[in-house]
């Protein structure tokens, strides 16, 4: 079992920018791609971006601008994804990944889950 532990939520201004980290209790952390997705009160789930094992390659859904950036450091064992320009709909619990394959934007498509950081948006 691969332990992901999110942090670096919290609330907002609008415009404001945050920067989420995923730290992973796991010496293989490099082979997996991870992803980030978000979850607000009555939605699906969303793929909000991933990443590949090296940091390289970075795939952003169509639903998502380029406010947000993730990245990786396979050194730290860590995932960030950080965000700018937040508005009030960006609120939502916020979830690392990890894939043994690939970091696509279904959800089936990853192993391992944190807990989830909460972001809060206000106007």
């Known amino acids: 079992q691969v332990q992901l532990v999110e942090s670096g939520g919290g609330v907002v201004q609008a415009g404001g920018s945050l920067r989420l980290s995923c730290v992973a209790f796991?010496?293989?952390?490099?082979?997996?791609?991870m992803g980030w997705f978000r979850q607000a009160p009555g939605k699906e789930r969303e793929f909000v971006s991933g990443v590949n094992r090296d940091g390289s390659t970075i795939y952003v859904p169509n639903s998502i601008d380029g406010r947000f950036t993730v990245s990786r450091d396979n050194a730290r064992n860590a995932l960030y994804l950080q965000m700018n320009s937040l508005t009030p709909e960006d609120t939502a619990m916020y979830y690392c990944?990890?894939?043994?394959?690939?970091?696509?934007?279904?959800?089936?498509?990853?192993?391992?889950w944190g807990q989830g950081t909460q972001v809060t948006v206000s106007s």
């Open positions: 796991e010496r293989t952390f490099s082979t997996y791609a």
């Open positions: 990944a990890a894939s043994r394959i690939y970091a696509a934007h279904s959800p089936a498509n990853y192993d391992f």
